[in-house]
């Protein structure tokens, strides 16, 4: 079956513009995950969905980053006014039900560049 | 923040040799699990161990955990050229939903 896909796959923007990445995981899984790989930072756990539970949101840097995931299925996480150091590549991650022992499936992956 | 220390940061064998990575965390945990990603993108699950296991076994792949001094090894057997990647260990901490990856270790494989 179909993975973890992800658009766009590439991103260039200006400084201070908004950003929309999104998240289709695979199908069935009820938990997904957002994670951010940058040079400086490495890979950084973002957010946390799980069925219709809360999400933890622990892993967000600021407030101008949100995300949200509609109908338990697509995932769009959304940056506001963009900064330089936002530039990374932004992981989407899925798994069957978000148990501590589930392996997680990741995405290609957005690569997000803010001039 | 990065939990994970790995070591070494970069490793470059010859086909056929052993590769061994080494993986040391901060916290209790609940699992660790073994990452491979090509070309700086999605990273595919390679391994599990609970935190109550030792040793664990798949295909070409041994990982060893060691909870009192809070490390982690994986071992690639036999390596091939195809194994050329980044491996990075995740912890998943007592209590939280969620992967802690250490800094990886881009690992070479010379044909």
């Known amino acids: 079956g179909a993975g973890v896909s992800q658009s766009p796959s590439n991103k260039v923007t200006e400084k201070g513009k908004d950003v929309e990445l999104r998240c289709d995981p695979i199908?069935?899984?009820?938990?997904l995950y957002w994670y951010r790989q940058s040079l400086g930072q490495g890979l950084e756990f973002l957010i946390y969905f799980q069925g219709n539970s809360a999400p933890d949101k622990s892993g967000l840097p600021s407030d101008r980053f949100s995300a949200e995931r509609t109908g338990g299925s697509v995932s769009t996480l959304t940056i506001q006014r963009t900064q330089q150091e936002d530039s990374a590549v932004y992981l989407c991650?899925?798994?069957?039900?978000?148990?501590?022992?589930?392996?997680?499936?990741f995405g290609p992956g957005t690569r997000l560049t803010v001039l | 923040s990065q939990q994970g220390e790995e070591d070494p940061q970069a490793l470059s064998i010859q086909e056929g040799e052993n590769a061994t990575m080494n993986c040391s965390y901060k916290?209790?945990?609940?699992?660790l699990q073994w990452y491979r990603q090509n070309s700086g993108r999605g990273l595919v699950h390679l391994i599990l161990?609970?935190?109550?296991?030792r040793e664990k076994h798949s295909g070409r792949l041994r990982v060893t955990l060691d909870t009192s001094k809070k490390s982690s090894s994986l071992l690639i057997t036999a390596s091939r050229a195809a194994d050329t990647a980044s491996y990075f260990c995740a912890t998943v901490p007592w209590g939280a939903q969620k992967l802690v990856f250490g800094q990886g270790t881009r690992l070479t494989i010379n044909p």
């Open positions: 161990i609970r935190s109550n296991e």
């Open positions: 991650a899925s798994s069957p039900t978000g148990g501590l022992y589930n392996e997680q499936f």
């Open positions: 916290t209790s945990i609940n699992n």
């Open positions: 199908s069935g899984h009820t938990a």
